[in-house]
């Protein structure tokens, strides 16, 4: 149950939500989608190539591919573009193990396996996968994303967090800007009592609450439904006193939109405050609780 302190309404959140939701379009496979349109026609789409034509293909990463192959990375490509992950992996296995190592097309079709495999369960084969390409290509943004994500699904705790501080530095870094622009990326899938929760990590926490982390609510038949988020709000901190280097008082809160009319701002409830340093996983653990409908402990 909800503390008594909830249904406490508050101003909008438009700007932040509109990040968040910006943000799960974006990280859908981190623009996969969005390469492999760039990569190529559909099959039945190619025309015939004359002399000149057939040197350019040498730059072409399909041009090698032959009609099985190419065949296999159309059914890939719109498995991938229809959000069909376990297809998306048993295709993508049969044309990775045809494809050179080391080339271009093989690391991305190696990243979009492994991102299938952590979707769909196979933590331990994403981590075969992503692993040694993200070791091998450290300044990757996507690679070091997937693989961190591997490791929170995997409980490697130690692991998750520097690599969570890696792809945190490769962001204050970049020079890119989609990868610039982006203000979350996705580090856990949790199940709830009823349906599930996505775990987002902000590169910083995000204005104008401070939010820390944030959760996704999904329904057992994969509908959206509400948010929670784990704000620190400069003005609570007026009210208390850390006892440690770093402390804070942190709210969490749920977000959901307006039944009586969508265009109408999200209401706001408060299930209550945490006091302490950031710790993903007490953080994470406290939100979960919120989700199912349990009492939060006291400070």
């Known amino acids: 149950m909800l503390r008594a302190r909830t249904l406490l309404w508050h101003p ?10 910006r943000t799960i379009r974006k990280i859908v ?13 559909p099959a039945q789409q190619q025309p015939a190539r004359n002399d000149a034509e057939n ?13 099985e ?19 998306v992996l048993a295709d993508g296995r049969k044309l990775l193990s045809a494809l050179k190592p080391d080339s271009p097309l093989a690391s991305f079709v190696t990243q979009l396996i492994a991102g299938a495999a952590i979707e769909t369960g196979e933590t ?25 994500r591997a490791y929170a699904e995997s409980g490697e705790k130690t692991l998750r967090d520097q690599q969570i501080a890696h792809l945190l530095d490769l962001h204050k870094q970049t020079s890119g800007p989609d990868f610039a622009k982006l203000h979350t990326f996705p580090i856990q899938k949790v199940k709830l009592h009823s349906g599930y929760a996505v775990f987002l ?29 784990l704000g620190s709000e400069d003005a609570d901190q007026a ?56 009492e939060l402990p006291h400070n």
């Not at 293909?57 to 399909?62: E, I, R, W």
């Open 12 to 21: 909008p959140r438009c700007s932040l939500k509109w990040r968040i939701m």
């Open 239 to 294: 009210f208390f006193k850390p006892k440690k280097p770093g402390e804070r008082r942190f709210s969490i809160d749920s977000y959901r939109k307006n039944e009586t009319n969508e265009k109408w701002p999200e209401s706001q409830a408060l299930y209550g405050f945490v006091d302490g340093v950031f710790d993903y996983d007490r953080m994470r653990d406290l939100m979960v609780k919120a989700a199912n409908g349990e």
């Open 124 to 148: 331990s084969y994403a981590l075969t996968l992503i692993k040694p390409f993200a070791e091998a290509h450290a300044k990757d943004w996507r690679a070091a994303a997937l693989l961190a």
């Open 29 to 41: 496979f981190f623009g996969a989608c969005g390469l492999i349109a760039a990569l190529c026609l």
């Open 201 to 229: 990590y902000p590169f910083e926490p995000l204005k104008p609450y401070n939010t820390y982390l944030a959760a996704l609510i999904y329904t057992s038949d994969d509908k959206a439904d509400y948010r929670i988020e």
């Open 69 to 87: 192959n190419r065949a296999l990375f159309d059914a890939v490509r719109d498995a991938a573009q229809q959000g069909r992950d376990a297809d």
């Open 55 to 67: 040197v350019r293909a040498n730059n072409d990463p399909l041009a090698d591919l032959g009609p």
